[in-house]
């Protein structure tokens, strides 16, 4: 499937109702095996070689973004030193304001640890929610993981090779405004609000340093 009929298709469903119908045509656009080359082909052509307005982070790609949902193509690196290990944010426990969909593309895939906040209701720092037990799912070409917004917890491990994800983000609006992302420590305690803000801050002054020269 190409990325213009998948973003008609989304725009056509209902993201309550639709959850299988997201998940086939997600199944389906990962295995167009060149999405990521004809993205960077367009935005070439578009904006020559900027990275604003393309990048989301320092290891993915935006391919699709508009109001009600994006989509973004993840890069996920195997970690084979200590000092790698700090350049993606694998092993921290986090939540996230919005709904994501997320299929394997390519590669042996990253591994998931979710677990589920048990008591929906604002977080308040330095107090453990009550969790469910924990699931594992390694995010192998063709698999998906569904990851509603706010009450899941999770932390990403490496995968063995270099991979690829594409994750649906839909941009629901929160159900009250004392809803947050959080991020967690080891013990499942909330720390602070926000998820990779501080990774988020450092890309953008980062960006705006090469924009200047
Ligand atoms: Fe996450």
Known sequence: ????????RMRGYDFDQDKEHIIEDLQHLARHRTLLSEHLCSTIKKDGFSTRNSLYGPYGYVLHHEALFS???????????????????????????????AVGYCGDGYTTIIRDILEPGPLRAGIKPSLGEARSMKLAPGQVLHMAPFYQIHRQLPPDQLSASLSLVIHRPPTTSLEHAWCFDENYIPTCPGTATQETAFLE?????????
């Open 1 to 8: 499937m190409h990325l213009n009929t998948f973003v008609e």
């Open 71 to 101: 989509l973004r193509l993840g890069i996920w690196s195997p970690i084979r030193s200590a000092d790698e290990s700090g350049s993606i944010m694998y092993g921290v426990n986090h939540s996230h304001d919005v709904e994501i969909y």
């Open 205 to 213: 002054n980062a960006l705006s340093l090469l924009h200047r020269g």
